[in-house]
């Protein structure tokens, strides 16, 4: 036995090394002082349209306007917005452009991670709430006679995303069960239409234009028909909102003006070669008329495509508080309100306060085929 | 299982030669080889290690073919100029080296196995067969047995009973108590005497051990090395029955000596050749 | 592999191996081992909160969260749908391992008997195995309809490899004194077949089942992550895309738990079959 | 009418090499192989292009690209650098999961077998962990390491990691315990008992786990490249290749990344069982 007790001996020594490390709060990481250069990196999402702002900050480099000098940014790429939130709470990425579901859920994680939603940054109704069904699905009068033909069927769309929360939200509104509810990627859903093994799908431009535009599967619906809206944020790391506020507010003005040259009609086409350049696989129309284009009414359509607060106005805080019930209700988040200090609009009010602009700062209505050119 | 059937097992071997041909080196393994043992009789095979012994076994058995030469069992032609591979048969079972009792089925099921196999009884008429043949051979207590869990000299005596259940025309023996200690020797040469006296098969021995195949064999055959060849044949005019008293007599070293000396200098030609133990 | 004497009854047989267990310090040391692992992990993620300790799930959350009566998010051993995963990923690994079992063997067995059956099945075989089961994913979702037919197929192909390639084995290591010994006892080829054959490769068999069970494990888990619905390997993933890591460990470890039982179940049948095989190890092999 | 099993008097001494391959090639079986490999190409053409000759698509056989389609593809990709670089990628991760796995593992393989008492302590947590498949540490992987490339990396490990410490334990097992007894009796010290006896000893086992190991290393790197890249990551390697395929919709390269892996795969097993061979020159088969 006296192995042992020299084993027992060595494991308390590991742990005296191990407590001499100190508890420094080591989940938090080091930004620099206010007005150091700042090496960023930016979760963002250039195949989800509702967050094109952030597309356009890296394209046109609106970023280094406003950062201080010697600073880079590095925009890393997610697929869905949850990818982002397990980055950022990793502390492998500060800034996240996330759709509703991942931003809230993002804010409750804090035992791992201390995440804040800072910017409301576009409210719309068919930009991330679209459904879908297979080419030879029979016709339908109208979006509820649809989703009722989902009811039995295969349906699939990204866990965790804004999709998957509109698709349980009109799923249950509708009494509708599909018998598999698959949890897949965008890219899988597309081949998944090109091989014909999927009946439905919900998810998010400017994918969903791509698949009509390839005929690859037909859209029934959107947001609009069932009155659920969908919104993009911007969540970013409490310690880098506490440690470098001349960053976040940086950040925030570059958001400003990308925002504001989205809501200008005449920069469409531009915004479409500007995402072009940082996705695979899109034309250069699907991504125009992703954002741009329009829909017919019984697609969902609407005149209005997206708002662009900038600001937590009232109806992206209704919206998060009605999303965050909702996620709640399904066992997505543990709590069933968002903690007190998880939005922080006053970032946002200061700007526009600044720059004696109200809320929305723009409106990106749906231009006429004619437009793209 | 009485002696006074026809005698049965009297094979001749004319001129048989058998080259193994292992990627074009053609090696010759049985030179010309002619040997007559009567129906009824030991004859033991004893030569030096690698010398092809084992070969001329497999050819009377069936297991390869020959290149030239015929054999016959009771005049009948087992393998010849237009047939040269014999047809593996029950009247010729082979007991081999280390043993190939099945060792999944348990000793009864073993002895049992080649007269269902052959269709010649039923399961419950070779079942009660094998248990008396086991019996008469003081094996009873051990049917229901694994071999695995026997000692080897048991093992081997139920392999011999295996063999014997088919009535074989002639025993092939390959050397099936080599592995064994003097001991099991000595107790398992007096019980396949036994068996002999009863049933008078033919039995075609190989061995190495010279005292077991003068104990054993009407004739000892001593063959030259590789290419093996009948060199030449003792008779060991000891009269059967015989017991282990024998060993001491005058006559069983005498020819003894003989029998030494022509196999020595076979042992040192092919030893100096190198020969693995065929 | 000791071998419980027949007369003294089981029960005070099992009953003295605990005791003896007790008094051996290995079971203490064992104690130890869990104990330094699960101390480790509490004390790197909650107490110190290391670097990249800090991100991964708790002791004590994963440890609620399992065992909690109406669980965060949904999962625990209280919630239908926990058991709703196991049963769907049992049932892929019983339909994969059942069909790769029936087909492996007999096509193992072919494959180790007959050379005509070999020299035209054996290259073949050859060519696909290298291919690691799970470049097979894309395809299987492609051709075959369905998503619950590819997570099967993949499993099952990946077992079928290891079952055939071991039953091969089993008959090459058969001594062929066995097969001549049948001939000259007149048995037909056949039946050589079925009484010597067979059973002379049994215990290279159950090898290749207990190789077969752990790699269908290991592609279920692959498959289902990438296309599957429902299944612990799904849940894996969900819970990672979802940000619940609480359930992810509670998956990986329930997953553990699930294939190292259906391992075991593997291993305790194919012994109790080999009757004839573990006597005979317990008498140290043939004379 | 024998089986094949042949009872021929020993033939390894008189073997000479050049006249076995010639026999080799243009035996029976080789014959047979061809035949059944052309075969299967036949079979797989027609049923891939089901509708040109038969004018229905034929189930299963007819999703997948034909045979034409595939060498066609692989004629463009040979030309293009990202092919190869993904071949480099991968080959890379395995080379490096491989190594830390082998260096890890046979010293702790060993240690397990030497030690009781770090023995009686580890094994029952190592058991614990070893059930759950490689590639169930995928997510916790990529929360837990900084880069992709580390999560990959770890994955590989795992999965190598343990087949060689289960083969290391297995062969210090076997070592026939007289051995020892005579070492200890002749005075040799714990010291060279281990290095002259166990660890050649072990030696032979130390070579199956690599060889086992490798052809793990495959499986989980292909497997690890796809999960991590269906989940955001942007990697590179043929899993990425073969899942980038799919994406975009061109299947004729998902079979030229399978049959690419499966070539990779073969000729980094056959340099392990080659260079394994050295550890057990009396091994030679």
């Known amino acids: 036995m006296t192995k042992a007790k020299g084993f027992m001996a060595l494991a308390c020594l590991l742990g005296a090394a191990l407590s001499a490390f100190g508890p420094a709060r080591a989940s938090d990481v080091d930004y620099g002082k206010p007005g150091d250069p700042i090496h960023l990196q930016v979760g963002y999402q250039p195949y989800y349209s509702e967050a094109w702002s952030g597309a356009v900050i890296d394209g046109l480099a609106l970023w280094k306007k406003y950062l201080p000098a010697g600073s880079t940014v590095d925009f890393n790429i997610g697929l869905q917005g949850s990818i982002i939130v397990n980055a950022m709470l990793a502390g492998k990425e500060s800034i996240g452009y996330l759709g509703d579901m991942p931003a809230i859920v993002a804010t409750t994680k804090r035992q791992v991670g201390d995440l804040r939603i800072v910017a409301a940054i576009g409210l719309g109704y068919d930009e991330c709430n679209v459904i879908f069904v297979r080419n030879d699905a029979p016709r339908f009068v109208n979006a509820d006679e649809a989703v009722a033909w989902l009811d039995g069927k295969t349906v699939a769309s990204p866990k965790g995303s804004c999709a998957d929360r509109f698709a349980r939200a009109v799923f249950e509104k509708k009494h509708v069960n599909p018998t598999s509810y698959l949890n897949q990627s965008i890219e899988v859903i597309t081949s998944g239409f090109r091989a014909g093994k999927l009946d439905g799908a919900v998810l998010w431009e400017p994918t969903a234009t791509r698949l009509v535009e390839g005929s690859l599967a037909r859209r029934i619906g959107a947001g609009n028909n069932f009155d659920e809206r969908d919104g993009a944020f911007i969540d970013m790391r409490a310690d880098l909102i506490q440690q470098r506020p001349d960053v976040v507010k940086g950040w925030l003005e570059a958001e400003l003006e990308a925002e504001q040259y989205l809501a200008d009609p005449k920069n469409a086409v531009s915004v479409a070669e500007l995402a072009q350049a940082q996705t695979t696989g899109f034309q250069k129309h699907e991504l125009w008329r992703a954002l741009f284009g329009e829909y017919s009414a019984e697609e969902g359509g609407a005149p209005v495509r997206l708002t662009l607060p900038f600001e937590l106005t009232a109806p992206a805080l209704e919206h998060i508080k009605k999303a965050t019930a909702f996620l709640f209700s399904i066992k997505s988040i543990d709590t069933p309100e968002l903690p007190s200090d998880a939005v922080l609009p006053e970032l946002t009010t200061d700007i526009l306060k600044e720059h004696g602009l109200t809320a929305p700062v723009g409106e990106i209505k749906a231009q006429p085929e004619s437009a793209f050119r | 299982m009485n002696a006074s059937q026809v005698p049965r097992g009297a094979l001749s071997l004319q001129d048989v030669v058998k080259i193994y041909d292992p990627d074009g080196s053609n090696v010759m393994a049985v030179d010309h080889c002619s040997l007559k043992v009567e129906a009824g009789e030991i004859c033991m095979i004893v030569g030096p290690s690698g010398c092809g012994k084992t070969s001329l076994l497999n050819a009377i058995a069936g297991f390869h073919d020959i290149d030239r030469g015929s054999i016959r069992l009771d005049g009948e032609v087992l393998c010849g100029p237009d047939r040269r591979q014999a047809p593996i048969g029950p009247d010729r079972v082979v007991v081999f080296q280390n043993g190939a009792l099945f060792p999944w089925k348990t000793n009864l099921e073993n002895i049992a196995f080649g007269p269902i196999a052959q269709g010649r009884l039923s399961r419950a008429e070779a079942r009660d067969k094998a248990r008396a043949m086991m019996a008469e051979a003081g094996l009873s207590g051990y049917e229901n047995d694994y071999p695995g869990q026997v000692s080897s000299g048991l093992r081997r005596r139920v392999e011999i009973v295996r063999a014997l259940i088919n009535d074989p025309a002639v025993l092939l023996l390959d050397e099936p108590y080599r592995a064994l200690d003097a001991l099991t020797k000595s107790v398992l040469h007096e019980s396949l005497l036994e068996i002999y006296y009863k049933t008078r098969k033919t039995i075609f021995f190989i061995t190495h051990d010279l005292e077991e195949a003068i104990f054993l064999g009407h004739r000892v055959v001593v063959m030259t090395s590789r290419p093996c060849r009948p060199k030449r044949i003792f008779d060991v005019d000891i009269p059967h029955p015989r017991d282990y008293g024998v060993l001491t007599s005058k006559r069983f070293r005498e020819i003894a000596a003989e029998v030494a000396e022509a196999v020595n200098e076979e042992a040192l030609k092919s030893f100096t050749r190198g020969e693995r133990e065929g | 592999m000791s071998v419980a004497q027949p007369d003294r009854p089981l029960l005070a047989e099992t009953l003295t191996q605990w005791a003896e267990a007790f008094r051996r310090p290995t079971l203490y040391l064992a104690v130890l081992g869990y104990a330094l692992m699960l101390g480790f992990w509490y004390l790197t993620v909650q107490v110190l909160k290391l670097p990249r300790f800090s991100q991964m799930p708790a002791l004590t959350d994963v440890m609620r969260e399992w065992t909690s009566r109406d669980p965060a998010y949904g999962v625990s051993i209280f919630t239908p749908i926990y058991y709703q995963h196991i049963l769907v990923s049992l049932r892929r690994i019983a339909i994969a391992f059942a069909l790769a079992t029936s087909l492996g063997v007999p096509v193992g067995l072919l494959l180790g008997w007959s050379k005509a059956f070999r020299d035209y099945v054996f290259p073949l075989f050859e060519m696909l195995r290298p291919i690691p089961i799970l470049a097979w994913v894309p395809l299987a979702i492609i051709m075959l309809p369905g998503d619950e037919l590819p997570v099967v197929y993949l499993t099952f192909l990946a077992s079928f490899f290891a079952t055939a390639l071991n039953t091969m084995l089993g008959v090459k290591s058969i001594d062929p004194a066995y097969v001549l010994a049948a001939q000259c006892l007149g048995a037909s080829r056949w039946r050589i077949f079925a009484e010597v054959i067979v059973p002379g490769a049994l215990p290279f068999i159950f090898t290749g089942l207990q190789i077969s069970i752990g790699v269908a494990w290991f592609s279920l888990v692959a498959a289902e992550m990438i296309s599957g619905q429902f299944g612990l390997g799904y849940l894996i993933n969900t819970s990672y895309t979802t940000v619940e890591y609480p359930t992810l460990v509670i998956a990986m470890f329930t997953l553990g738990i699930v294939g190292y039982s259906t391992s075991a179940l593997v291993r305790r049948v194919g012994e109790g079959l080999m009757t004839w095989r573990t006597r005979q190890l317990a008498m140290d092999g043939r004379g | ?285």
């Open chain 4, 1 to 285: 009418m024998a089986s094949d099993v042949s009872l021929a008097v020993d033939e390894r001494e008189r073997r000479s090499s050049g006249a076995r391959l010639r026999r080799k090639l243009n035996s029976v079986s080789t014959r047979r192989a061809a035949v059944s490999i052309v075969v299967a190409l036949l079979l797989w053409q027609l049923g891939a292009t089901g509708p040109s000759w038969l004018g229905m698509r034929i189930p299963i056989l007819g999703a997948s690209p034909s045979p034409v389609a595939v060498a066609q593809a692989w004629s463009h990709l040979v030309a293009d650098p990202n092919y190869w670089r993904s071949w480099y990628l991968s080959l890379l991760r395995v080379l490096f999961g491989f190594a830390s796995a082998t260096l890890v593992g046979v010293p702790f393989g060993l240690l397990l077998a030497v030690h009781p008492t770090f023995r009686a302590i580890s094994y029952p947590a190592f058991e614990l962990l070893r059930p759950i498949p490689p590639l169930a540490w995928v997510p916790a992987s990529i929360i837990f390491w900084p880069t992709q490339e580390l999560s990959i990396a770890f994955v590989i490990f795992i999965g190598a990691f343990y087949t060689i410490v289960i083969n290391v334990l297995g062969g210090a097992e076997a070592i026939d315990v007289r051995l020892i007894q005579a070492a200890r009796s002749m005075g040799a010290s714990r010291g060279n008992i281990f290095w002259r006896l166990i660890l050649p000893g072990v030696a032979p086992s130390i070579r199956v786990g690599m060889e086992v190991a490798i052809g793990i290393t495959w499986e989980v790197v292909v497997a690890a490249e796809m999960i991590s890249s269906g989940s955001g990551g942007a990697g590179g390697g043929l899993g990425f290749f073969i899942w980038n395929s799919y994406i975009g919709g061109s299947y004729p390269n998902i079979v030229v990344g399978m049959i690419s892996i499966g070539i990779a795969g073969y000729a980094s097993s056959t340099v392990v069982r080659v260079a394994a061979g050295r550890l057990t020159p009396w091994q030679r088969a």
